[in-house]
Nanobody
Framework: QVQLVESGGGLVQAGGSLRLSCVTS????????MGWFRQAPGKEREFVAI????????SYADSVKGRFTISRDNAKNTLYLQMSSLKFEDTAVYYC????????????????WGQGTQVTVSS
C-alpha cells in the first residue's frame, strides 16, 4: 500500500508562484511513476504533469507547459510541482497520483491518490 499526502496549496494572486509537495510512504518510491492531476468545481479530473520512475522522463499538459515543473526527490520520497505565472484558470484541487505500471494521462488507471490540496488563484 502506498500513501500520498499533498501540501503547499493556498491562495495566490495571478502571476504568482506556488510549490506543491507530495510525500509518499513505502520503500519503492523511486520505481513509481508519479503524476499531478487537478479538478476544478464541476469539471473532470485532468492531467497536469507526469514524471516516470524508470528514467525521470516528464510530460506536461499543454495548458501548463512552460509554467509548471514536476520533479522528484527519491531520497525524500517526495514529489514536487513548481507552479509559476499562475492564472485564474489554474484554480483547482491538485492531486498527486502513483502507479508502478501506468504513466498515461487518463486519471482512472492510476493506483494511488492523495487527498488533494486546494490552489486558488485570484484574478
Amino acid at each position: 500500500q502506498v500513501q500520498l499526502v499533498e501540501s503547499g496549496g493556498g491562495l495566490v494572486q495571478a502571476g504568482g508562484s506556488l510549490r506543491l509537495s507530495c510525500v509518499t510512504s513505502g520503500r519503492t518510491f523511486s520505481g513509481y511513476n508519479m503524476g499531478w492531476f487537478r479538478q476544478a468545481p464541476g469539471k473532470e479530473r485532468e492531467f497536469v504533469a507526469i514524471i516516470k520512475g524508470i528514467d525521470g522522463t516528464t510530460s506536461y499538459a499543454d495548458s501548463v507547459k512552460g509554467r509548471f515543473t514536476i520533479s522528484r526527490d527519491n531520497a525524500k520520497n517526495t514529489l514536487y510541482l513548481q507552479m509559476s505565472s499562475l492564472k485564474f484558470e489554474d484554480t483547482a484541487v491538485y492531486y498527486c497520483a502513483a502507479s508502478n505500471y501506468y504513466s498515461g494521462r487518463v486519471a482512472s488507471p492510476w493506483s494511488y491518490w492523495g487527498q488533494g490540496t486546494q490552489v486558488t488563484v485570484s484574478s
